[in-house]
């Protein structure tokens, strides 16, 4: 039994991935606003409680509250009076790191999941940082849980957790930056906001699809497959280059890890 606190938009997400996957798997759910408890247990067959204290048959509980609002939580949880010592803790907050949870909850079995957006559509990455209190069999389930509704890779230090989020867990941001810089030039070519919208969707979809399906070849070469000596693309590429797409994107990431540095050490 899992038991979900906070069921907000990206709890909701993994709980209706897994129970996808997984329908065997049985859900209590909590949280303060008792509709989102309601609805989502309606969709998963599960049961929404009214307290944290009905928790308590729950083995694993899924912590999907704001990194803000987890010492409000682990003073709840205490005064629930509920044995956190070996139930097993799943966060998904950001820059919340194991040690912190262990010490604020007195458990020692803990799993950081960091998963994004497209998690809505089962098409998520999700990072997984284990404590190394779990057992194998018990990772390698949890693993197979988040592989039902995301791409997932297990990072073995926090440092790199944190470092990688500013990349797979932010990344949407970015990518629709990029997009929207897209949308803004097809408008200055006269196209409607909402057709060049759906131009530069498609022109995502598809690249996405050219890059997964030729996974072996390095990008550049995916690049020459698209650019020719004197011709018109290779012109924007030269551009890019020389306006350093590259150095940009390693100075705004070199931000948002210290960012994550910041809010980490304000939480823990
Ligand atoms: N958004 C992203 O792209 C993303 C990506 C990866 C990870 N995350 C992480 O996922 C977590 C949730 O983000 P979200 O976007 O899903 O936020 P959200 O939709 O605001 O969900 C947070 C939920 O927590 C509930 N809550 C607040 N205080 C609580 C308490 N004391 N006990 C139990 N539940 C409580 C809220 O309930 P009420 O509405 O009733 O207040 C709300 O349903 C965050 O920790 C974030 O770092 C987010």
């Given at each position: 039994m899992i038991g979900v606190i906070g069921c907000g938009n990206m709890a909701s997400a993994i709980v209706f991935g897994i129970h996808g996957g997984y329908s065997d798997v049985k859900f209590q759910t909590y949280n303060p606003t008792k509709s989102k408890a309601k609805d989502l247990a309606a969709k998963v067959k599960g049961e929404a409680v009214d307290?944290?204290?009905?928790?308590?048959?729950?083995?694993t509980l899924l912590i999907g509250v704001k990194p803000q609002k987890f010492d409000e939580l682990a003073a709840q949880l205490l005064e629930a009076g509920i044995?956190?010592?070996d139930k097993h803790i799943i966060s998904m907050m950001a820059s919340i790191s194991i040690d912190a949870i262990k010490r604020k909850l007195g458990v020692s079995k803990v799993t950081r999941v960091m998963p994004n957006t497209p998690i809505f559509y089962g098409k998520g990455v999700s990072l997984i940082l284990h404590s190394d209190e779990l057992s194998d069999e018990t990772k390698e389930t949890i693993n197979n849980y988040f592989k039902a509704c995301s791409e997932v890779f297990e990072i073995d230090s926090e440092k790199t957790f944190d470092e990688v989020t500013t990349v797979t867990g932010s990344g949407p941001a970015y990518v629709y930056l990029f997009a929207e810089s897209f949308v803004n030039k097809l408008k200055s070519f006269g196209i409607e906001e909402k057709v060049a919208q759906k131009m530069v969707t498609g022109l995502f979809e598809g690249s996405s699809l050219l890059m997964r399906e030729n996974a072996e070849d390095s990008l550049q070469s995916m690049i020459d497959k698209v650019t020719s000596k004197g011709g018109v693309t290779i012109e924007a590429v030269k551009k890019y280059r020389e306006h350093e797409l590259e150095k940009i994107t390693s100075i705004a990431l070199d931000s948002a890890v210290n960012r994550s540095g910041e809010l980490s050490n304000e939480f823990n």
């Open positions: 307290s944290l204290d009905e928790l308590k048959s729950a083995q044995d956190l010592k």
